[in-house]
């Protein structure tokens, strides 16, 4: 058996506010392996989705025995998933797909957060309201993420992978 355990990131949901500095992967790396340490498990599997994904990964390249298995899902091994959507959207979208693409890319999560609330409303579980940190998301996809790679280091990584994505991830 297994027991889930989810998490709000540094600045974000539930999670106290933090200085701006702080809002980084590898901080929040390191707040997963404090809250492993403190809940005394010796490994811990990590399943992660888009942002939550490449903190799996980054947390899988720093402590690499204290994982058991890895699921990224839909995400990206680097930043430079962020110039090549922009590129791809540019040639491939179509007007409307190129103006909320791009307001995705520079992290306007409005309708972003509206969509995760109305998702919440029907968890069986009370709904506990979404707060997004825009400016979290903002130092994340436009100041951290761009020169964050974690591709070097995947050879770390020895514990069983599960890896999935869309057509177009």
Not at 12 to 27: D, E, H, Y
Request: proline share 6%.
């Amino acid at each position: 058996w297994f027991q889930l355990v989810f998490i709000d990131l540094r600045g974000c949901g539930q999670s106290s506010k933090c200085p701006r500095k702080t809002l980084t992967i590898a901080n929040n790396a390191e707040d997963l392996e404090a809250i492993r340490a403190t809940l005394g498990f010796e490994k811990i599997s990590v399943l992660g989705w888009s942002y939550g994904g490449m903190l799996a990964l980054e947390y899988a390249t720093r402590y690499p025995r204290r994982l058991e298995l890895l699921f990224p899902l839909s995400t990206a091994g680097s930043g430079d998933f962020i110039r090549s959507s922009y590129t791809w959207l540019k040639r491939h979208g179509t007007r409307r797909q190129q103006i909320e693409g791009g307001k995705s890319i520079r992290c306007e999560v409005d309708a972003d957060v509206a969509v995760l609330n109305r998702l919440n409303q029907k968890r069986p579980t009370p709904p506990v309201p979404i707060t997004w940190n825009e400016a979290a998301m903002k130092i994340g996809m436009l100041e951290d993420l761009p020169r964050w790679n974690v591709l070097p280091k995947l050879r770390r990584v020895k514990a069983p992978v599960f890896l999935a994505g869309g057509r177009h991830d």
